[in-house]
């Protein structure tokens, strides 16, 4: 069975960064797409980043340019550092994990993690 664990949210200024993390445990995820996915209140979860087994990285248009996906095999996590965050930025960040050649965009991935708060205020 495998487990994500997402860590890094908080509360940030507008303008801040936070970086976050998932920690897989249970298999090696090195094959997998891994992907990042936010849900603000009374919204659908919402594609933000992912990196399939070979480095390649998919981003939301929005956030292109201000949020860095990236992975480290060796230690089965993937961090997405965000920059310039926003207000619209606060939700539930959940970081996931499809087998290769799933669904990049969709929030139908095989394994998800508990998510972890994201609050962007002044």
């Known amino acids: 069975q495998v487990q994500l664990v997402e860590s890094g949210g908080g509360l940030v200024q507008p303008g801040g960064s936070l970086r976050l993390s998932c920690v897989a445990s249970?298999?090696?995820?090195?094959?997998?797409?891994m992907g990042w996915f936010r849900q603000a209140p009374g919204k659908e979860r919402d594609f933000v980043a992912a990196m399939n087994w070979s480095g390649h990285t998919y981003y939301k248009e929005s956030v292109e340019g201000r949020f860095t996906i990236s992975r480290d095999n060796a230690k089965n996590t993937v961090y997405l550092q965000m920059n310039s965050l926003k207000p619209e930025h606060t939700a539930v960040y959940y970081c996931?994990?499809?087998?290769?050649?799933?669904?990049?965009?969709?929030?139908?991935?095989?394994?998800w993690g508990q998510g972890t708060q994201v609050t962007v205020s002044s």
């Open positions: 996931a994990a499809e087998p290769a050649g799933g669904m990049i965009y969709i929030p139908r991935y095989k394994y």
């Open positions: 249970g298999r090696t995820l090195s094959s997998y797409i």
